[in-house]
Structure formats: C-alpha cells, structure tokens
C-alpha cells in the first residue's frame, strides 16, 4: 500500500489529503501537525476549518485510509509521499522584513524529514514558496540523509477557500514540477499516478521545478492584478457616474478578458494573495529587476488605497466625524463561505474606523469573537505564525462588540458597512433595518450587494463600491 504523509493539516493540507483519500482508497494517507488542538479538532465532530462539502469528505475517509495525528515523526518515516504543506508566512523581522518570505517552518520540517527518514521518499512542495526554493530543500536533505534518495517535487495547489472541495474534485489543472532526471521523471510518474485517479491526465501540467514554482506566485499575482485593475475602475465610476459593474460586464464579454474576477470590492484579503506578491517583489528585487517589482507593488497600493478610500468615504459622508457613533459591520471573513479571516479588508476598515474613534457592532456567520478580538489587536503579518508567537490576551477593545444577528448589530446605528459578500446580506429586510437605526441613515456597500435603487427609496443614504454617487455623497467627497 502507499502511504502519503502530509505534514501540515491547515486549510490546504486538510481540504486536499481529505480528497486524495476519498478518490484513492487503496493509498493510506496521514495529515500530521504540531498544533495538538487542530489535529483534536480534525478527529473531531468539529472540523477546524468550515468548508462547504469537507464535512462529508472527511467523515467518508477518516479511520479507514485518513488519518489525522500529531506524531510527526512516525508518519513521515513510514511514508513514500511526503507533502509539506506548512505556513510560508511573511518575514517580520531581519533581511527581507516585510517582504520575504519566511521558510523557517518549511526548513525544519525538512530537516525533520532527513532525520527520521529510513527509507526513500518523494518530498512535494505544497506549501507557497519562492522560485529556487526547492534546491535549498534539496540541499537540507542531500546533506543529512544516511545513504537515502530524496526526490523533491513542486506541486503548489490553487484552491481557493469556500471553493476548496469543488477546486479539489474538479481542478483546472494539477502542476507537477520536478528535476529533468530519470529520479525526476520517475517521481513525477509517481505523483501523476495519484491524482490520475479522478483528475483527466491532459489537466496534469508537468514542468522543470522552477516553472512549478513561479507560476504559483504569477498566478496569484495575475488574479489579484485583476482585483486591482477593477477596484482602480471603481473610484473612476464613482468620480464619473459610470457603474463598475456595467463596466466589469461589458470588458468581461470580451472572450479574451472573460468574466471572472472582475467583481469590485472593498479590497482583496485572504492568506495568501499580498504575502505571495510581496515574496514575488522580493524576488523581483533579488535579480535585479526594480522595475518589474514596482509593476507589482502597485497591485498592493491599490488594495491598500481601496480600504483607505472606504474608510475616508464613510467617515466623510458622515459629517467628517463618526467619534462616538455606532456603526454596524456586517461580514468580517475575507470573503463569503469561509470563517478565515486571514488579512480581511475588515481588519483595516475596522481599525481605519476605530482609529476615527466610532463604536463597531460586528457580525459575521462565521467568525467568532475571540478571533475578531485577535485579529484587531494583533500587528501586520503576526496571524501566520504559531499560536505561541502570537499576543496571548488581546488587549480588550471596548469599542468593538461583536454580536450573533444582523438585526442587533445595525441596532440604533449610524451606518452599516457589508464587509463580506454573505448571501443572508441579500435577503435582509432592510425597512426594519431602516426603522431601528439612527437617522439620516447610512449604508456602505463594500461588495456591490444590496439594491441601491430600492435601499434609497427606503430612506438610506447609500454608498455602494464603483456605483454612481447619491446627492448627499457627492457634496461630501472622500479625501483621497
Ligand atoms: P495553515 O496555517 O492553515 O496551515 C499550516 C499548518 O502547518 C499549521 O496548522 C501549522 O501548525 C503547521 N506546521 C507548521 N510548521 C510545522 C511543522 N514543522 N511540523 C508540523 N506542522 C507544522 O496554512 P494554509 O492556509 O494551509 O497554507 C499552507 C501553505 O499553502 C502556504 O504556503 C500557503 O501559501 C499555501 N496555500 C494556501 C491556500 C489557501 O487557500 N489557504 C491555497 C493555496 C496555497
Ligand atoms: C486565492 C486564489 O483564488 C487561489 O487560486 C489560490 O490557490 C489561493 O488564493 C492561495 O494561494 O491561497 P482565496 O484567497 O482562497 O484563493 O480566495 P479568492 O476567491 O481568490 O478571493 C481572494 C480575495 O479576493 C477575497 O477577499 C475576495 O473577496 C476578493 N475578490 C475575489 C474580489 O474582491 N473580487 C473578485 O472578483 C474576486
């Protein structure tokens, strides 16, 4: 039989070991970590992570051909396959702050492998790493193993979260990068084997290994661009009267462009889009490429000015002040269908406002207190590393309640802000939002959601991303 060991059992080392044991039930695969509590949770009723369709995956495979553990080290002995599928996040501290990134978790998991390792093993980048990682892992290996063949292949993985299971059963495609050796070729083969259970081998792209490697990061980088691209449209829209979602269609019919991820936003979040540009900066930087990293920064000022704009907006259009005032946060997650709230616009948006001094009523499906808590408390880039590098008692915002019903939190508001695109926003009755709320009455929309037309004929001053501007908002303007 087999065996696969992944070490790593976050959002993508959990989400994807679930599928290849659900689709290979003759290989045995272990998800290992050393964060006891997420493995107890893992075996649990409980999963740590929510994502529509992993429940039944994992309740299909777990106890026959998945298991979930925190002994490391036995798993990965026993292991032909090992994923290493640990946080890469952005370093903090030292040459390349800000920027680089931190591999210190994918060295000692390396190191762990050439210890423990009394057999030859494939070892598979999963993790988000920069190019020409994959020959410092090698050197680890090479230069502690005892007479045993380590064969290092890049296979990033591009699910996104809220989509994971689908992205997973149903890829665009599986990369395969590996060295252009007979070892090489071999070891490819054998990763090829695992997925060609359900994956069609035409959607397995097999490159060299520094291929694999950086069209993880350029895909990421192209996507978010495209965020950018559209976010920068929407302040145009709204300085012009054109509607960003007009605008998004009609470019979006264009087959060469295409319709995706053209959706205006208050900004992109989530884990990994801003950590794995700021690495390709980095790298940019590295070669002697000035040039090409600025191209790619800017996607990241955009971003960052798209939150502060909404911040300016809301805090302009109501009277330049909102100290004192409460003003309700509907969605905190970086997008819907996910409770991960990893660099979520929310966080800056929420601290632009506290630091204007209002009072926040936050609620979101998803996302519990203590962690809105944590992550308005926390410093920029601290979230992606372990629990015990993280502040332990947040300091407490008294400014900020976070509360489990829309109706409570829009309660005697000033303003609402939709910060995340959750369906349940939709279909809210916004008359009785409306009547229990502070007048004038405002919403900001983040995320395009809510009918503006029939918002305003309640009473609401809206504001909605890239929309045309209502009479009020435009004898108020933002400060850029
Ligand atoms: P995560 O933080 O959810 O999970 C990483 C896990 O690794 C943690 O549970 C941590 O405890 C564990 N870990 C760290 N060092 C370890 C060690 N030495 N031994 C055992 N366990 C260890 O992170 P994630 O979101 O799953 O991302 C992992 C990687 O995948 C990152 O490089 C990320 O860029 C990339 N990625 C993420 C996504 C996504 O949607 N989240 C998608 C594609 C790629
Ligand atoms: C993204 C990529 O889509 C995945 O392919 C990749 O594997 C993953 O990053 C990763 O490397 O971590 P994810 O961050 O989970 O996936 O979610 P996305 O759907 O890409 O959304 C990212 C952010 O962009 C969210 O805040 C979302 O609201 C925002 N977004 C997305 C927009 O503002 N507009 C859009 O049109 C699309």
Redesign the pocket.
């Known amino acids: 039989m087999v065996k696969i060991c992944c070490?790593?059992?976050?959002?993508?080392?959990g989400p994807t070991m679930a599928v290849i044991a659900l689709k290979c039930p003759e290989i045995s695969v272990a998800v290992?970590?050393?964060?006891t509590a997420?493995i107890n949770a893992w075996n649990s009723d409980h999963l740590p992570i929510y994502e529509p369709g992993l429940e039944e995956v994992v309740k299909n495979c777990r106890g026959k051909n998945l298991f979930f553990s925190t002994d490391?080290e036995k798993h990965v002995a026993e292991a032909d396959i090992v994923f290493v599928?640990?946080?890469?996040p952005t370093k903090t501290q030292g040459l390349g702050a800000g920027k680089a990134a931190d591999l210190t978790?994918w060295e000692?998991?390396a190191r762990?492998i050439a210890d423990v390792s009394k057999s030859d093993k494939i070892v598979v980048e999963?993790?988000?790493?920069p190019v020409k990682t994959a020959e410092a892992i090698e050197k680890i290996l090479t230069h502690n193993r005892k007479g045993i063949n380590f064969t290092i292949l890049s296979n990033?993985?591009?699910?996104?979260?809220g989509t994971a299971i689908k992205d997973l059963l149903n890829p665009d495609r599986v990369l395969i990068g590996g060295r252009e050796t007979p070892e090489g070729a071999k070891a490819i083969q054998a990763l090829k084997d695992v997925y060609a259970h359900w994956v069609p081998v035409d959607k397995i792209l097999c490159t060299n290994l520094w291929s694999a490697e950086l069209s993880k990061l350029a895909a990421n980088a192209f996507l978010a661009q495209r965020i950018s691209s559209v976010n920068a449209m929407s302040a145009l829209c709204e300085a012009t009267g054109a509607d960003v979602t007009q605008v998004s269609h009609a470019i979006g019919t264009d087959s060469r462009i295409g319709p995706k991820f053209l959706n205006s936003s208050v900004g992109f979040g989530?884990?990994?889009f801003q950590?794995?540009i700021l690495n390709l900066v980095y790298i940019c930087e590295c070669n002697g490429l000035p040039e090409v990293a600025t191209y790619w920064k800017q996607v990241i000022k955009v971003n960052d000015y798209q939150k502060t704009r909404f911040v300016n907006r809301v805090v302009s259009s109501m009277f330049n002040t909102v100290s004192g005032k409460k003003i309700a946060i509907l969605g905190f997650a970086f997008k819907k269908d996910t409770g991960d709230t990893r660099e979520t616009p929310a966080i800056d948006v929420c601290k632009g406002l506290l630091g204007d001094r209002a009072r926040l009523s936050i609620y979101d499906p998803q996302v519990t207190e203590e962690q809105i808590s944590r992550d308005l408390s926390m410093n920029k880039f601290d979230w992606?590393h372990?629990a015990h590098l993280q502040p332990t008692s947040p300091t407490s915002i008294k400014t900020v309640s976070v509360v489990w019903d829309a109706y409570e939190a829009t309660k005697e508001a000033h303003a609402v802000c939709i910060l995340t695109e959750w369906d349940e926003f939709k279909k809210l009755d916004y008359q009785k939002v409306y009547d229990n709320m502070q007048k004038p009455a405002f919403i900001f929309d983040g995320r395009s959601i809510v009918d503006v037309e029939k918002l305003r004929k309640i009473g609401f001053i809206v504001f909605s991303i890239g929309k045309p501007l209502d009479s009020w908002l435009k004898d108020m303007p933002a400060a850029a």
């Open positions: 070490i790593g059992a976050g959002y993508v080392g290992v970590d050393i964060a997420r490391v599928s640990v946080n890469t978790y000692s998991a762990m999963k993790s988000t790493v990033p993985e591009f699910l996104a979260e989530g884990s990994c950590k794995d992606d372990p």
